[in-house]
């Protein structure tokens, strides 16, 4: 049948601190006493209050990462440009990793319009409501 599994709550929250702040999971198992990583997201799949608890950890580290940014900016050296550039560097990575872990919160915002002929842009749901309108109009009139 196996080995018995390390499994408990307190073991998840330890795993999910450290990940809160900024720990991989690829170097959770270097950490004396801690899972492999192949068992830590087997875990979250047998788990569910696991899972829960890694979603909010990453949202965390979102969090984190864009405070830090603002960190790094203030900090960097504006007497050189190797510093700016280490800083733009250090920011961009923290910004990117930010929007793919919580993408509704950091993500880039993406705006969808359509032009029309006569009158400009046009948001999408504003093109859907006048395709709707333009369909049941078709509907109602007698010649098409």
């Known amino acids: 049948m196996g080995r018995p599994s390390l499994y408990s709550p307190e073991l998840a929250d330890h795993i999910c601190e450290l990940i809160a702040t900024g720990t991989p999971v690829y170097r959770i198992p270097e950490i004396s006493e801690m899972p492999a990583e192949s068992t830590i997201y087997l875990w979250m799949e047998q788990h569910k209050e696991f899972s829960e608890k890694y979603a909010r950890a990453k949202a965390r580290l979102a969090d984190r990462m864009v405070e830090e940014v603002v960190t790094i900016a203030d900090e960097a050296d504006p007497t050189t440009m190797k510093g700016i550039e280490h800083a733009r560097t250090r920011m961009d990575a923290r910004k990117w990793a930010a929007g793919k872990l919580s993408p509704k ?21 504003d093109a859907r409501d006048r395709l709707r309108n333009l369909l049941a109009r078709k509907r109602v009139a007698p010649d098409g």
Request: no cysteine; aromatic share 4%.
């Open 105 to 125: 919160k950091y993500g880039e915002r993406i705006k969808q319009e359509i032009s029309g002929p006569n009158d400009g842009p046009v948001e999408v749901s």
